[in-house]
């Protein structure tokens, strides 16, 4: 991996959209709770706190779909927040992407071969990222090994790599929006934050009239 660029850094603010029940939405927007990170082994973006970017209509309709799937009866809300993506894996770039070939690399030759790689789901599963989701993890270890007193000590001309604040990322899902789209139903953009302190705030969402 080379040197974090400047681009990597995203300059604006963000904002997301986090469905949860109505009970865990009141704590946070009170200030007495914060949104909890998911550490799944199927999170597509990796660890972190997951919202939906400018999409509070999705975010609703996918906790609604997941406490269904679950069998829970709560009333579902959702959760606004003011994001400071900071340093980015951007995965709608370049350079992000690049880093993902890096991981996959590393992954593959700490597990001893692709049939030990844990797979990504498909058809209903899609929303399975066990793949995806470890390499991604593993492009952040990379990043911290660089960061430990044994490595700078052995590489003392490269400058260790900061921690990624946020991860980005577009999913498509939910077959085509007409007869042949390559448009899908539910395509969506997430951002996934891994540094708390990314999050500016929180509030309420106005509903549309």
Same mark, same amino acid.
């Given at each position: 991996?080379?040197?974090?660029?400047?681009?990597?850094?995203?300059?604006?603010?963000?904002?997301?959209?986090?469905?949860?029940?109505?009970?865990?939405?009141?704590?946070?927007?009170? &200030?007495? $709770?914060? #949104?909890? +990170?998911?550490?799944?082994?199927?999170?597509?973006?990796?660890? /972190?706190?997951? =919202?939906?970017?400018?999409?509070?209509?999705?975010?609703?309709?996918?906790?609604?779909?997941?406490?269904?799937?679950?069998?829970?009866?709560?009333?579902?809300?959702?959760?606004?927040?003011?994001?400071?993506?900071?340093?980015?894996?951007?995965?709608?770039?370049?350079? &992000?992407? $690049?880093? #993902?070939? +890096?991981?996959?690399?590393?992954?593959?030759?700490?597990?001893? /071969?692709?049939? =030990?790689?844990?797979?990504?789901?498909?058809?209903?599963?899609?929303?399975?990222?066990?793949?995806?989701?470890?390499?991604?993890?593993?492009?952040?270890?990379?990043?911290?090994?660089?960061?430990?007193?044994?490595?700078?000590?052995?590489?003392?001309?490269?400058?260790?790599?900061? $921690?990624?604040?946020? +991860?980005?990322?577009?999913?498509?899902?939910?077959?085509?929006?007409?007869?042949?789209?390559?448009?899908?139903?539910?395509?969506?953009?997430?951002?996934?934050?891994?540094?708390?302190?990314?999050?500016?705030?929180?509030?309420?969402?106005?509903?549309?009239?």
């Amino acid at each position: 991996m080379t040197a974090s660029s400047r681009y990597e850094l995203l300059p604006s603010f963000l904002i997301g959209f986090h469905g949860t029940d109505q009970k865990t939405a009141e704590k946070v927007l009170s &200030g007495k $709770s914060h #949104l909890t +990170v998911s550490e799944n082994d199927y999170d597509w973006l990796g660890h /972190g706190i997951y =919202f939906w970017e400018y999409s509070p209509l999705r975010a609703e309709q996918f906790v609604r779909e997941k406490f269904k799937w679950q069998g829970r009866k709560e009333k579902v809300a959702v959760v606004g927040a003011i994001i400071d993506p900071g340093l980015c894996l951007n995965l709608l770039d370049a350079r &992000g992407l $690049s880093y #993902l070939e +890096v991981g996959y690399d590393a992954l593959l030759t700490a597990r001893g /071969g692709v049939e =030990f790689l844990p797979k990504n789901g498909e058809g209903k599963e899609l929303w399975m990222r066990k793949l995806d989701c470890a390499v991604i993890n593993t492009v952040h270890e990379l990043r911290a090994v660089t960061r430990t007193v044994e490595w700078q000590e052995a590489n003392p001309e490269i400058a260790p790599l900061q $921690s990624y604040d946020t +991860v980005r990322g577009a999913f498509w899902e939910g077959g085509p929006i007409y007869p042949g789209a390559r448009i899908e139903r539910k395509n969506h953009v997430q951002i996934c934050v891994r540094n708390s302190a990314s999050i500016i705030g929180y509030f309420r969402p106005i509903p549309d009239s």
